[in-house]
């Protein structure tokens, strides 16, 4: 009888190597990661501005029996175990619990996003006529490369507050029959200048000017026709004038939908999936869980892109307020001692997502190091830049915490970091949850083409991120 080689049998049992996720499921599953995908697609479609992201998550949540905090306020009700409830912030963040077996003084299960992208916003007084154009001029929100953003179909997203009250949603562009919008280029025959400079300054931030209609309006006695044509279109449709464009919040996005990416349709192309990829993949997981041991919590920011500042922020006091209100309906003599323990003892995934090795730039990652498309949900140790500047850096114990969840559940993960040492690196909102004493590890998907106006993420690893954070929620 012929023996396996000792030094095989040794490598097996002693060598570690990440698996391909599709290898990896059987036909239930595969038919799942599709199906799963098809509702992602919908939601990244949907939601485009943080504002949409949380109206459908609020949506959805409610099919799945969540009721706002305020009702429970209000009717001074103490959710109980299983109880399934969401609070939302000034319409651009949302928090989603269902309650615990466990007292909320003992911790919680939190997994973190954020649903703001990178985009550009218009400025305050954009509307300006030239050369028989009117165009709006702009101001980029969050860390793009302003070259990718021109001779793109473009769509116009954003609410005005009328001084009576009265909120008006517009969305221009998304529809077949809408008309889109674009920021010009220079024909390469008249880019010898551009083309000579560095690729970030070819293309300046005061240079992505909208263009935005042409035909002016009938009437020799006036000035800037085709600015007040404009006018007067967007006062018909929407009842605006050109002062509420001062105190309205208006967002440029790749216009169109998400596309399945690849012959195989393995892939998902979209925009904003920075980071509305861990956003679906949490809000999916609380949705289909029932009871836990510990609260689960669901938790979407907003402003992380430009630094995590503001009152929608990570940085604000929106969810430590939420759970000292939470709080005192359920504990009977509540304290601020009793909802700092709550917050210390509770353990979370920052669901941001990260960057995968890219074959056409294979010279700023580690490939030992860097995670890869299809190898499942990423867990990231640091982030940070150079010497782990600014990075939450998870203890080895919280990290074999989740390894075993991970590998109990059957979750296909890997490890990654962003890029090489000194090439650059990033951060998310984890530091913030750490400094109340959480047990804190960066935990998301991998795409390619970061921050790009479509970005591209594996069906195999959006799946397998579902399965990971549903089973911490179950932990």
């Known amino acids: 009888m012929k023996t396996e080689p000792k030094g095989k049998k040794l490598q097996q049992s002693l060598v570690h190597k990440w698996h391909n996720v599709w290898e990896k499921l059987d036909n239930k599953e ?8 098809e509702v992602y697609k919908s939601f990244l479609d949907t939601g485009k501005t943080e504002r949409e992201a949380t109206d459908e998550i609020i949506r959805m949540a409610e099919e799945h029996g969540f009721n706002s905090l305020d009702y429970f306020i209000k009717g001074n009700k103490v959710p109980a175990p299983g109880t399934k409830l969401y609070a939302n912030n000034k319409g651009k963040g949302v928090v989603l619990f269902v309650i615990g077996k466990e007292k909320l003084e003992d911790g919680m299960n939190i ?11 218009l400025k305050q007084f954009p509307l300006y006529e030239d050369s028989d154009l009117v165009m709006l001029k702009t101001h980029y929100y969050g860390g793009i490369k302003k070259y990718q953003w021109v001779t793109l179909p473009l769509a116009l997203h954003g609410v005005i507050v009328k001084p009576d009250g009265e909120k008006i949603s517009i969305v221009i562009g998304e529809d077949a029959q809408d008309p889109v919008f674009f920021i010009t280029d220079l024909l390469p025959h008249l880019a010898k200048d551009q083309m000579d400079k560095k690729m970030g300054d070819g293309i300046t931030g005061e240079g992505l000017n909208i263009l935005f209609g042409s035909i002016p ?12 044509n404009v006018l ?10 050109e002062k509420d464009f001062t105190t309205a919040e208006f967002e440029i996005v790749p216009a169109g939908k998400s596309r399945d990416v690849g012959i195989d349709r393995s892939m998902v192309g979209g925009y904003g999936q920075d980071d509305r990829a861990c956003a679906f993949t949490s809000l999916q997981a609380i949705l289909d869980i029932e009871t836990p041991k510990k609260t689960a919590v669901a938790l979407f920011v907003d402003k992380e892109e430009i630094g995590s500042v503001g009152n929608t922020s990570m940085a604000s006091k929106f969810f430590e307020n939420t759970v000292a209100e939470l709080m005192n309906l359920t504990c009977e ?26 074959p056409n730039y294979p010279e700023v990652m580690d490939k030992l190091n860097t995670p ?3 190898k499942g949900i990423t867990l990231v140790k640091y982030t940070g830049s150079r010497g782990k500047g600014g990075s939450n850096d998870a203890n080895a114990e919280y990290l074999t915490k989740i390894r075993k969840i991970f590998d109990d559940n ?8 962003l890029g090489k040492v000194d090439q650059g690196g990033g951060g998310t909102i984890a530091y913030i949850l750490a400094g109340y004493g959480m047990e804190v590890v960066d935990c998301g998907v991998s795409l390619l083409s970061v921050h790009g106006p479509y970005e591209i993420v594996s069906k195999a690893d959006i799946y397998m991120t579902y399965k990971g954070y549903k089973a911490f929620y179950q932990a």
């Open 217 to 228: 309006f009938k009437d020799s006695e006036i000035n800037d026709k085709v600015k007040l």
């Open 333 to 358: 003599n509540y304290s601020d001692l009793l909802l700092r323990r709550s917050l210390s003892n509770s353990c979370v995934l920052s669901g941001d997502t990260l960057a995968g090795f890219d």
């Open 232 to 241: 007067s279109i967007l006062h018909e449709k929407y009842g605006m004038s």
């Open 111 to 121: 997994i973190g996003s954020h649903l703001d992208a990178p985009r550009i916003d």
């Open 410 to 417: 059957q979750v296909v993960w890997q490890m990654g970091e």
């Open 30 to 37: 595969f038919q799942k990661a599709f199906a799963v995908n």
């Open 372 to 374: 890869y498309i299809g």
